[in-house]
C-alpha cells in the first residue's frame, strides 16, 4: 500500500474514535446492517434490501431455520465437485494410511504423491468451509459452524486428523449447531477426528496388552486423560464447573475403550468400543458411583455433562461472547442458560433467546473483527467469485487465525483484544488493497487444483473494486465522516480504503 493510502488510513483511525453515527441513519437500515453484522458475515450485494423488506424478525426466524433455505444451485453444484470431502472416515483414513506407505517404500514419489493427497484434502476441506460462509444464504448456520468448531476445536496438523476436518465438521457439528446439545457432544465425542486429537484412542485400562493381530496400536499403554478433562473444563462444565482432579481421572477410565482401528476399516465410522481396552472397575465420578456398564458409562457420562447447570451457563456465557459481547450481561447469559435447562439444550431456542433479547436488538457497541470475519465479510462484500481458496488461506495464515491451525484444544479467541493490533491492521491493509485491486486470483483455478471445482463460474479474473458499489453494500456502516476522508484519496484506492477502513474492520 502506498504512503498516501497509509495516511488516509491514519485519518481515518482518528475519525473512527469520535462519536458513532450509525443510530442516525435510518432506523430500518440500522437494523438490518446490525443483523448482517453480528448474525451473518456482513452484507452481501443485496442482502440490506432483502432484509429491509422482509423484516429483522422475519430474517431472524429464518436464519433459525436454515431447512427452510436451500443453498443456490451453482453453491450446490461447487460443493458436490469436491471429492474429498464426500469421503467416509473409513476410506479418508485408508487413503492416508496408505499414502504414509507409500511414501516409505518409493521416498522420492511416494512422498510427492503423499503431499498431493494431504494437499486436496486440506484445500478441499477449507474450500468448502470457505464458499458456505461467503455464499451461503443461511448466515447463522455458518457462523455457528464456525463457533461451534472452535468450541470442540481440533488442529489439523495432528497425524490423522490431517485427513479429517472436513468429515469431521460435516458430520459432527455443522448437523447439530441448531439442534440439541446432547446430540453435538455425542457427535464430536464418537469422531475419530477428536478421539486421535486428544488421545482418548489411546487410553486402555492398566494391564492391557496390544495385540498386533488384531490391529491394535503398541502406543496404547496406559490410562490418557487429555480427553477427560478438556470435555469437562471447555467441552461443557467450565473451568469453574464443580469438578475435581480426581472427577478428571474417574471419567478417563469411564472412556476408556473408546477408540478408533486406523488399520482396518470395516463401515463409514472409525469409531468403535473395544472391551477389552476398558476398565472395568468401579469408579467414583462427580460424587456418584459408577459401576462397570462398558461403552455405556461413557454415554452415561456425557448424558449427564450435557444437562448440567454448569453446562447450561458456561455453553450461554460463550456464545454470548460471540454474539453479543466480550463481557456479556450476565441478566442474558443467565436467560439464556434457563432456556438450555428448559428445553434439554434445544440450541435454536437457546439461540433465538439471545437474538430477541433486549441487549442484542438494542444494537448498541461494536466489536472488532477477527482474521476469519475480516476476510469473509470482505469477500461477501465484494462479490467476488471464489474459486482457489488458496489466497484466502495464506492470508488467514499470515493474519494469526489459519483455517483448522489452532493447536490447542480451547481455540481461538473471540475477544477484541486478541486481535486489535498495529501488526493486525497493516497485514488487513494488505489484504484489502490487493482485493480492491483485482491482483487475488481468487476465481482462477490454480495449479494442481480439479477444474471440476469452478463449475458455473467466470474464470477470465475480475475488475478492480469500485468504492460506489462498496458503498451501496455496506450502507449507513460507513460513516460520513469516513466516506469524507477517503473521497480525497485517488479514485483507484477508494475501494481498498473502505474495505482497510476501522468502519469495516468492525462490526
Known sequence: MTRAALNVLLRLAVVAALPATCLAAPATQAQALYVLNRVAYGPAPGDVARVMASGVDRYLDDQLHPERTPLPTALQQQLGALQTTRLSQDELIRQFRAAAQAAKKDPEAGKQDRQDLYRQITEEAAEARLLQAVNSPNQLQEALVEFWFNHFNVFQGKGLDRALMASYER???????????????????HHPAMLFYLDNWLSVAPGFTPRAALGQQAKASGLNENYARELMELHTLGVDGGYSQTDVTELARMLTGWTINPRQGGGEDAFYFDPRRH??????????????????EGE??????????????????QLARYFVADNPPPALVERMAQTFTRTDGDLREVMRTLLTSPEFTAGTGTRFKSPYRYVISSLRASGVPLINPRPVLRTLAQMGQPLYGWQTPDGYKVTDAAWLNQDALAKRAAFATALASGKLPLNKVPDGMDDASAVAQDRGGYNPLDAGQLYAVLGSSISDKTRSAIAQSPAKLQAALVLGSPDFMKY
Open 300 to 317: 452415561l457420562a456425557l448424558d449427564q455433562l450435557a444437562r448440567a447447570p454448569a453446562t447450561a451457563h458456561h455453553i450461554s456465557d
Open 171 to 189: 458430520e459432527a457439528i455443522r448437523p447439530y449447531v441448531l439442534g440439541k446439545f446432547r446430540d453435538l457432544l455425542g457427535a464430536t465425542a
Open 279 to 296: 476398565d472395568t472397575g468401579t469408579k467414583h465420578w462427580l460424587g456418584q458411583v459408577v459401576n462397570n456398564q462398558g461403552q455405556r
